[in-house]
């Protein structure tokens, strides 16, 4: 691929997730649009009556963009660890974009890793079923 169609790409990609972030924060800042808009119902929750890890997610982040970190882990604990996944992806997809230098194959993520983060969400997806463990099940 031409290097300018890819830097073109990479920048529009990267300014496309800066004004998603940016339209995220303005619907936690503005109650009234939240209260217009509500997220919808999980539908795995709705057809099996279990939940989703991300079920919770939402109000997670809801909850850390207004700064109440506690809340945010009530709401789902994975979701808020998530998060430095999130800034690593977008930091990468910064670099990609404007660092020449920097290419996908400079991308290094143990397999390890990846699995291990795998392993995780079944095993929170698995253990917040359990009526036992209620403290990992978002609150309402």
């Given at each position: 691929?031409?290097k300018?169609i890819?830097?073109?790409?990479?920048?529009s990609?990267?300014?496309?997730?800066?004004?998603?972030?940016?339209?995220?924060?303005?619907?936690?800042?503005?109650?009234?649009l939240?209260?217009?808009?509500?997220?919808?119902?999980?539908?795995?929750?709705?057809?099996?009556?279990?939940l989703c890890?991300?079920?919770?997610?939402?109000?997670?982040m809801?909850?850390?963009?207004?700064?109440?970190?506690?809340?945010?882990?009530?709401?789902?604990?994975?979701?808020?660890?998530?998060?430095?996944?999130?800034?690593?992806?977008?930091?990468?997809?910064?670099?990609?974009?404007?660092?020449?230098?920097?290419?996908?194959?400079?991308?290094r993520?143990?397999p390890?890793?990846?699995?291990?983060?795998?392993?995780?969400?079944?095993?929170?997806?698995?253990?917040?079923?359990?009526?036992?463990?209620?403290?990992?099940?978002?609150?309402?």
């Amino acid at each position: 691929m031409d290097k300018t169609i890819k830097l073109w790409l990479g920048r529009s990609l990267l300014l496309m997730v800066i004004l998603v972030v940016a339209l995220a924060y303005f619907y936690v800042a503005d109650s009234e649009l939240r209260e217009l808009v509500r997220p919808h119902e999980c539908l795995f929750s709705q057809a099996t009556g279990l939940l989703c890890p991300a079920c919770g997610g939402t109000r997670a982040m809801i909850h850390l963009l207004n700064g109440n970190i506690l809340l945010a882990m009530k709401s789902n604990v994975l979701a808020v660890f998530t998060m430095p996944l999130i800034f690593y992806a977008a930091w990468t997809a910064s670099r990609l974009a404007f660092d020449q230098r920097f290419t996908p194959a400079d991308i290094r993520i143990a397999p390890f890793l990846v699995w291990s983060y795998l392993a995780l969400v079944i095993l929170f997806w698995i253990a917040r079923n359990f009526a036992w463990l209620s403290i990992l099940r978002p609150p309402g």
